[in-house]
């Protein structure tokens, strides 16, 4: 799950790959290095064996009896489910402690590779799920807590949590205590203000990790990355890094081969895009987006994209009042290795949609469209602050079919008759949860073949409210949500290869 772990290995020199063993290595902290967790345990709980029964002679009767198959069975599922309940708590557990300075890693089976490329190992994913005054939080709302294991022969790990704004507003740095003051997206305050509480939009900078010109950034998705910085080893925050907003493309500012591809081609959708009414609605529902909820103008997608080809960095945003009206807008940002801007480009689809990954070619960038629609009835609970705000949001399985929009990159210098703004309609309905590999190939005739892989699962599956299995309601997770009858199995997430 990727917004448990968000990891990245930077390797400072590129490894001889036919000389990296294979053995397995274990690592655990050096001792007393971790507060062992306030946790439940599971037990076993047995009954005392019976007085043996005795004959008429007070002699020991002995019986032999066979066991049930079908019990031992049924009693071996049990204790399956009640391992599987519990290890998937452990995977959630509060870290309530860091290690500022960088501490060595005992081995305790194996050795580190004497050739193992040195460089230093990111992990980000939510670091407290419970506060001190009863509140949970579902685990995308969980504050980033960076982890660094720097590998040079040794290990070295620390670990630190993202000083974000609302980090600092929930815990005391003095006491260590956390008291949720913002609801997040995902979730519902017990011991916090509900109703009137606008304070949805929590950046926890938990969800990816991105090195880039020099740069160590923590991303979210829904606002601004924070910047880390690593030159003294201790993972402070620096703050914000206003990666789209300060950027604005002038002729002056593009470098030689870049593109000013803010066009009118690229701006507009079949007709006026889903105007009129919509951009009646847009202009009322932006300023209480931006004014009472604080939601950024655009919202950038925790998921970049790195041009090994041309060295530069890829990344797209969304309008804020996207989620809440039946059209979609995506600006694609490309940056080259010192964040100065090489071109931006518009697109606006007149479909209600929800991305959290996307991907690229040589020539193209490829969006699938997640088709959502707004739920009255839960927005009323959400607004009310008895149910989560996404609560506000579900998956809309009106058409049986998934859009894919494959759009141009260069429409300046890579020509297509083409019209972008038509989807392919793959032939089922997939949620599209991550994509990966994307290549084109081109045939003899000169026809272009897009290939991506992607893990998808089906909107029969997919829920807003049972995501990673938590239930607002009682703040516990059930990993049973990843189980599916019989027959069903292709409607759980699954790998699939796109053409």
Known sequence: MEAIN???????????????????????PAQNLLKQPNIHRVVSITTPEPS????????????????????????EKIQESVTAYWDYQFLFVSQRAETVEPVQLQVVEGEVPSDFPPGTYYLTGPGIFSDDHGSTVH???????????????????????????????????ETGEWTFTYRGPFSVLRGGKK?????????????????????????????????????????????????????????????????NQISEDA???????????????????????????????????????????????????????DMLIPRSSFTFYEFDSNFKLLQKQEFDIP?????????????????????????????????????????????????????????????????????????????????????????ELTDQRGNLEIQIHAAICSYKWFNFHKMFGYNWKTGKLDPSFMNARNGQENTLPHLVKVS
């Not at 990245?8 to 655990?28: A, E, G």
């Not at 996404?390 to 079919?401: D, G, H, M, Q």
Request: proline share 8%.
């Open 351 to 439: 479909e209600h949609m929800m991305n959290h990954d996307w991907a690229f070619t040589e020539t193209h960038y490829v969006l699938f469209g997640n088709r959502i629609k707004l739920d009255v009835p839960g927005s009323m609970l959400a607004v009310c602050g008895l149910s989560p705000m996404i609560t506000a949001l579900s998956v809309n399985p009106n058409k049986p079919t998934s859009p894919i929009y494959v759009l141009p990159r260069f429409p300046d210098k890579v020509k297509s008759n083409r019209d972008w703004t038509t989807p392919v309609e793959a032939p089922s309905q997939m949620w599209v949860l991550h994509a990966g590999n994307a290549f």
């Open 6 to 28: 968000a990891l990245h290995f930077f390797p400072t020199s590129k490894p001889n790959r036919s000389s990296l063993p294979t053995s397995k290595l274990y690592l655990k």
């Open 267 to 321: 701006k507009e959708v079949s007709g006026d895009g889903g105007g009129g009414f919509w951009d009646f609605a847009s202009g009322v529902v932006k300023p209480i987006l931006h004014g009472i909820f604080k939601m950024p103008p655009k919202r950038l997608l925790s998921h970049y994209k790195i041009d090994p080809t041309l060295d530069r960095l890829l990344t797209v945003s969304c309008n804020a009042e």
């Open 195 to 259: 109703f009137g509480n606008t304070k949805v939009m929590k950046n926890v900078a938990n969800t990816s990790v991105l090195k880039w010109g020099g740069k160590l950034l923590c991303l979210w998705e829904g606002g601004d990355p924070y910047e880390i910085d690593i030159e003294n080893g201790h993972l402070d925050t620096v703050g914000i890094f206003d990666l789209i907003n300060r950027h604005h493309l002038q002729p002056e500012d593009v470098s030689p081969g870049g593109v």
């Open 139 to 173: 685990p995308l709302d969980g504050h980033g807590y960076l982890r660094a294991f720097k590998i040079d022969g040794d290990v070295q790990y620390s670990a630190k949590y993202i000083k974000t704004d609302a980090q600092k507003e929930e815990c005391n740095s």
């Open 52 to 75: 043996p029964m005795l004959d008429q002679n007070h002699r020991p009767i002995n019986i032999t009896t066979n066991s049930n198959p079908c019990n031992d069975q049924l009693q």
